[in-house]
């Protein structure tokens, strides 16, 4: 299954943490996993998604930071992290990203 290259699991309901090993879809582009419940902090191996253009975590209730390694993806265009709990503004490194709008 590390040929995923989409996964849409917005608005259901889903309580926990987003797995470490999510980062071990190589070939993911769209990941939409909005509006669940869906807490703790990101993990830094979402930055092993050096495919994804669209990533959507919003509407849930992460809190933490937001990881500095996120600028290991490359192709992100845009990053949906509202109506959560972060505690960090922005990390610098992301500002380097070509596509990042």
Known sequence: MKDLWELY????SISSHLPLGLGNFA???NMDISTNKLSRELPASLSKLQMIEYLNLSHNTFDGHIPEQLDHMVNIEAIDLSHNK?????PKSLEK?????
């Open 97 to 101: 990203l070509q596509h990042f709008q």
């Open 27 to 29: 070939m993911m582009i």
């Open 86 to 90: 972060l505690s960090s503004e922005i």
């Open 9 to 12: 699991l917005h608005d259901n």
